[in-house]
């Protein structure tokens, strides 16, 4: 009986030693892909989009990695890949959330030609493959814009509308006038990381140029700073760009709300605008480009009764200018520029004014109101939609 018992242990021992060792070389095989598959992952490019450069015939590729796969490539062309191009890297952090912000500048494109594109890295593989249209040249031709503000990562009822858009064709290029994600801040940069993945099927394909809103704020504004590329020198906070018979000119609201970042914010954005209107203006600029269309978050105009907002009040800090000395408003130095259109968000809810200066309506004339204005149109655009029970407000 003992030998038995411990002749069926021998047995037995053995056959569940064996059985186990088979059970444990499948599940390694199993552990290994799914090791390969997580450690490729870490490398692989995520949230990738594009922005226009600094001419019509430059884009700009951003994208992330979990990981640094020493390399920042780009490789593109016309139908085929012909082209390469290198670019930097930076590491960014939110708490325990790190990640590599991968920029890649494209220059002499040839205009209006549709380009493929992938990104990536030669040691760790690349992206899905994207395509994107070059702007097209001078500026006879009526340009499609895609114009939205106040966009979250939940209840985005607009991104199927856009993606579907984006499919057909369209529009040509995207704004997205301020607060994104709600916030990307949080949960260490997780709830941006998912927000720039949801944006991807149209930001990869189409510009997508951006103004920083009040959500984006923490950090003095390092989640958007670090995680979009917008033309000019000044962390896409202010910059201009041309698109066909238009100067567009994107700026931040914010710096006048958020003064413990700094006053010389102010100050240097206003000289900036003033010189950049200026040079829009000069003869020949503004008869190849005669519509100037400014962007920037908050409004200078509501209508409603917000009480944490001031563009209800005639003390509206985008429009006056900091608080008690009224100085670096931007309404007289839009009007005095002859700005057209000054595009809104922040307020969830779509308003278009009439030509408008210091509360005064200046119609063009009684019967075509927006023909020849004395003033510039303000148009708030409205939320792309967020959290329905979002009531944080800065």
């Known amino acids: 009986m003992h030998i038995f018992q411990i002749f069926i242990f021998a047995l037995l021992f053995p056959y569940l030693f064996v059985c186990s060792k088979i059970l444990k070389v499948e599940n390694q095989f199993e552990l290994n892909e799914n090791l390969v598959h997580n450690h490729a992952a870490l490398y692989s490019p995520r949230h990738v989009h594009i922005s226009y450069g600094h001419g019509i015939t430059e884009m700009f590729v951003t994208w992330s990695t979990v ?69 097209k040249e001078g500026s006879n031709w009526s340009p499609r814009v895609v114009v939205y503000g106040d966009l979250g990562n939940e209840n ?60 984006e704020q923490s950090g003095n504004f390092s989640q958007y700073k670090n995680r979009f ?29 958020f003064l413990q970042y700094g006053l010389k914010q102010v100050v240097n954005q206003y000289e900036w605008l003033k010189q950049d209107l200026m040079e829009a203006n000069k003869a020949e600029n503004r008869k190849a480009r005669p519509w100037i269309i400014t962007y920037g978050h908050r409004p200078m105009y509501c209508s409603d009764k917000s009480i944490w907002d001031d563009c209800s009040t005639r003390n509206a800090l985008v429009r006056v200018g900091i608080p008690t000395l009224h100085m670096f408003g931007l309404e007289d130095l839009f009007n005095e520029n002859g700005v057209d259109l000054a595009i809104w968000a922040h307020e969830h809810a779509y308003e278009r004014l009439w030509p408008l200066y210091n509360y005064t309506v200046l119609n063009g004339s009684l019967e075509e109101p927006y023909t020849n204005p004395k003033a510039m149109v303000h148009i708030t655009t409205g939320s792309a939609v967020i959290r329905v029970w979002q009531v944080k407000s800065y």
Not at 233 to 253: K, R, V
Request: net charge negative; with cysteine.
């Open 156 to 215: 985005a009822q607009s991104l199927a509308r856009l993606q579907e858009e984006a499919v057909l064709g369209k529009f040509d290029a995207i704004v997205h006038n301020g607060d994104f994600a709600y916030d990307m801040d949080m949960d260490d940069g997780h709830i941006g990381d998912a927000f720039m993945e949801q944006i991807q099927p149209i930001a990869a394909y189409y510009p997508y140029m951006t103004s920083p809103g009040n959500h």
């Open 67 to 135: 990981e640094d796969p020493n390399g920042t490539v780009v490789e593109y062309g016309l139908g085929v890949f012909e082209q390469r191009t290198v670019g930097n890297r930076t590491l960014f952090k939110t708490g325990m959330n790190i990640q590599y912000i991968h920029r890649v500048h494209l220059k002499n494109l040839v205009a209006g030609s549709r380009y493929v594109y992938h990104c990536g890295s030669d040691a760790f593989g690349w992206s899905d493959l994207f395509s994107f249209t070059v702007m």
């Open 229 to 257: 590329t917008m033309p000019g020198n000044f962390d896409s906070i202010m910059y201009s760009w041309n698109m066909g018979p238009i100067h567009f000119i994107g700026f931040s609201t914010e710096v006048y709300y």
